[in-house]
């Protein structure tokens, strides 16, 4: 996966191999840490977000958004927000709630207070992706932004599928590890407030941090971080083989050139990256291809035909038989798939 270019898209991580090294664009060769890469990437690409001014009695329900991630950011007052599963998280100012799966879930002054949709509620619309909601019966005051976000790159998105339904960062521990934090949170309360030019992409790149952040620490500290495809990433053979397919998903990789890149042998290989993957390299090949060529898709300008070779495939339909084979939808069906806004809308 090479550094992308400013244009961000699954083009400018196509990279090339050369006597079993991965290199960039330029030529030179990177650093094989996928891990690192994968943090790197966490950038959202996609955001509609609300600054959120409630006066108890309060609720809203906020439904699921797939291939999303939701996150909220106590400003000021105290909260209940209840997940899916019935549990029932207590929030206060400083806090940060994640949901990396887009999960639906429920907002309240007390766990009692009624939950309209949030669509259904009247917003003012700063910008197409910025809106400020004002609900409640003029009671005790909680303000909060919220935010629901696409990550663009694939290797972001991979990372997504690992992490756990809700990261719960509180103000105390945070700003005991983060001594920045209150300065961050700061920040976005003064920008989100006013609607100075520029504001918006400042409240976004800000929660760019505090979102990435929070996934790091859950990487750092948890238990379940040690397994599976995180821990595939820390194997300096896997990890190097995982590395070697991002960053040239293009090449007609077996099982047997990637053992002979890595130093291991093909059976070694083979059984250890579905041990510590879930999948074999072959099926992961597949997978990470078509992660791509969904990101790829996002641009009109690209033909069907030409997203195929760039990934690795020898002909359109190929190509979209495997696309299929992983989605269940034709690859000219997700092409015209709904932006993060324009689903906001349509769930309104």
């Known amino acids: 996966m090479t550094i992308p270019t400013q244009t961000g898209s699954a083009l400018d991580v196509v990279g090339r191999v050369v006597d079993g090294k991965s290199v960039g664009l330029d030529g030179l060769p990177e650093h094989a840490d996928p891990l690192a890469e994968a943090l790197q990437h966490l950038r959202m690409d ?11 009695p309060w609720g809203i329900e906020l439904p699921p958004m797939p291939n999303c991630l939701w996150f909220h950011v106590v400003m000021d007052g105290t909260c209940t927000i209840t997940t899916a599963d019935g549990t029932a998280r207590h929030v206060g100012p400083g806090d940060i709630l994640v949901l990396p799966h887009g999960s639906g879930h429920r ?3 007390d766990p009692a207070s009624a939950t309209p949709l949030v669509f259904d509620l009247p917003h003012e619309y700063i910008s197409r992706q910025y809106a400020v909601l004002r609900h409640g019966d003029g009671g005790a005051p909680c303000s909060i932004i919220c935010g629901v976000a696409h990550l663009g790159h694939p290797a972001a998105r991979l990372l997504l599928t690992v992490l756990p339904e809700v990261m719960h960062i509180d103000a105390a521990t945070g700003r005991c590890q983060w001594e920045w934090l209150p300065s961050i949170l700061a920040l976005i309360a003064a920008e989100a407030q006013t609607t100075r030019p520029g504001g918006e992409t400042v ?4 929660s760019d941090i505090l979102v990435i952040h929070a996934i790091r620490a859950w990487i750092e500290t948890s238990p379940e971080a040690q397994t599976g495809w ?3 990433l820390r194997h300096p053979q896997i990890g190097h083989a995982i590395s070697l397919i991002h960053r040239a998903p293009a090449r007609d990789w077996t099982v047997a050139s990637l053992a002979a890149s890595v130093g291991m042998s093909r059976s070694n290989l083979s059984a250890r990256f579905t041990e510590l993957v879930g999948l074999s390299p072959k099926h992961y090949i597949t997978q990470w291809r078509i ?7 996002t641009d009109p300008n690209r033909s069907l035909a030409d997203i ?6 020898r002909s359109e339909a190929a190509f979209s038989r495997a696309f299929k ?3 269940g939808i034709a690859p000219s069906r997700a092409r015209h798939q709904l932006d993060i806004v324009d689903l906001a809308r349509r769930r309104r």
């Open 46 to 56: 996609g955001m509609f977000y609300c600054r959120s001014e409630l006066t108890a």
């Open 291 to 297: 992660r791509l060529a969904e990101d790829l898709l």
């Open 107 to 109: 907002a309240a002054d």
């Open 203 to 206: 409240v976004t790149r800000l």
């Open 325 to 327: 084979r992983e989605t």
């Open 230 to 232: 995180l821990q595939a």
């Open 308 to 313: 195929a070779i760039s990934i690795g495939y």
